[in-house]
């Protein structure tokens, strides 16, 4: 990579909770998790999206999902209630973004016990569990 070079493009903003490019999750698994982020935002009204990419091919993931979060503007405007986990299957990587709105609920180290479930289930090849089993 040169320098000064931001990495891969940012993916494009995601039409429903559930993004999945790579094609990682079960149709039957991608339907329910959308589901239930569905009733989530309608019980809360706070926005979570999930994003499953391949890879980044090397570009730091914190820095460009930083970048895609804040192009979404994922959760409620005047809130900043949004959460966007991505996950990158081929890289074994997984960064959650929290809006302001949210961060005393889901504070770092709660991201961090998310992503010590999530990343072994990932390395090991358990695709619907790596997202589903995050509670």
Known sequence: ????????????????WVEDPAAFLSVTTRAALEARLDGSQRATGHQVV???GKTLDGAPL?????????????GRNGFDDGIAMFVLVDDHAIDIEVGYGLEARVPDAV???IRDVMVPRLRVGDRDGSVTEVR
């Open 62 to 74: 914190g820095d460009w999902a930083v970048r895609a979060f804040a192009a979404w503007k994922v």
């Open 111 to 113: 991201a961090s016990r």
């Open 1 to 16: 990579m040169r320098h000064g070079d931001r990495g891969p493009a940012d993916p494009a903003g995601p039409a429903r």
């Open 50 to 52: 999930v994003w499953v």
